[in-house]
């Protein structure tokens, strides 16, 4: 489990699915004054260069970020533009960057960071031996700090006792590297536990779009975990290739469960503006679908 290393996907087609969703819900749960409560299961690093490292060598900011910044910006210039969501996105990624150049790419932890009003706690957890070092000393970097806890803790197990937070506002951001086959199972327990103590948390599930069994029947699974606790969800999905063979990633998911209602029309003006961005050839397509549990 310990093979697996964030900063190699750093700014791909997954991340910017995942954090476009991402900000999106916290920035509408802070639409209330109340303190709101953001976990993040599995944190990486908080921030990554993608000029050297891990990074450097996949490349995969190249398909992903480096591609959309550059549709963004012919788009800017013959006077179209790329939609509130995705303008806002790319905001937080230059907040990290210079003018000139994009040479870092903030992960989760960093993204929510920025968005902490001073009445809101993150809640940040990472097992890996080297990346829990090196989050620490990243989060310790950032003036919000003193509002970010950091755990080198297994999430899945942790995460029950974190529910409900004190002011039962919570979003929870839950992203694990699927490489261990038992994640899954992890996910579907963990989901269980956590909707039995915080039936209205928004809980925001990542997940990579695979051959394996696992991962293919992951999305139906969750809708009867949400069908039996009577709660509404949104799925969806990116695909940017439809390549047989390839071993890159080329979709990856999104399922929310208790999602906000602008959600949807959030994603729908996004969505075909990714594909259009990021697709590469006639395989690009995306996937939308919600259902509303009644009251």
């Known amino acids: 489990m310990f093979s697996y290393r964030h900063a190699f996907h750093a700014g791909s087609h997954a991340d910017i699915l995942k954090h476009l969703t991402m900000i999106h819900l916290a920035e509408y749960l802070q639409e209330k004054p109340g303190a709101l409560t953001i976990v993040d299961t599995h944190a990486g690093a908080g921030i990554y260069s993608l000029i050297d490292g891990f990074a450097a060598v996949s490349k995969e900011a190249d398909s992903g970020i480096f591609r959309l910044i550059k549709f963004a910006d012919e788009c800017q210039s013959s006077g179209k533009g790329v939609g509130e969501s995705i303008q ?33 706690r993150l809640k940040l957890f990472e097992l890996h031996p080297k990346e829990i070092d090196i989050l620490r000393h990243n989060v310790h970097q950032l003036k919000q700090a003193k509002q970010i806890d950091v755990y080198a803790e297994d999430s899945f197990a ?70 039996n606790h009577k709660r509404s ?11 047989p063979g390839e071993r890159r990633l080329q979709a990856s998911g999104m399922f929310v469960i208790n999602p906000p209602w602008t959600l949807e029309k959030n994603l729908v003006e996004a969505l075909p503006t990714l594909v259009k961005a990021l697709g590469q050839g006639s395989g690009a397509e995306y996937l939308l679908k919600s259902f509303e549990a009644k009251p």
């Open 88 to 120: 806002n996105y790319l905001d937080y990624v230059r907040a990290e960057n210079s003018e000139e150049q994009i040479t870092i790419y903030p992960g989760s932890p960093f993204i929510l960071a920025r968005l902490l009003r001073p009445q809101d």
């Open 158 to 227: 942790r995460l029950k006792g974190l529910l409900p937070p004190p002011s039962r506002r919570g979003l929870v951001l839950i992203d694990p590297s699927y490489e261990d086959k038992q994640d899954y199972r992890y996910l579907e327990t963990a989901m269980e536990e956590a909707l039995q103590r915080f039936a209205t948390g928004c809980y925001a599930i990542w997940y990579p779009i695979l051959s394996r069994r696992e991962s293919a029947s992951l999305p139906d699974r969750l809708k009867k975990i949400a069908a």
């Open 233 to 243: 969800w949104l799925h969806t999905e990116l695909r940017v290739e439809n390549a």
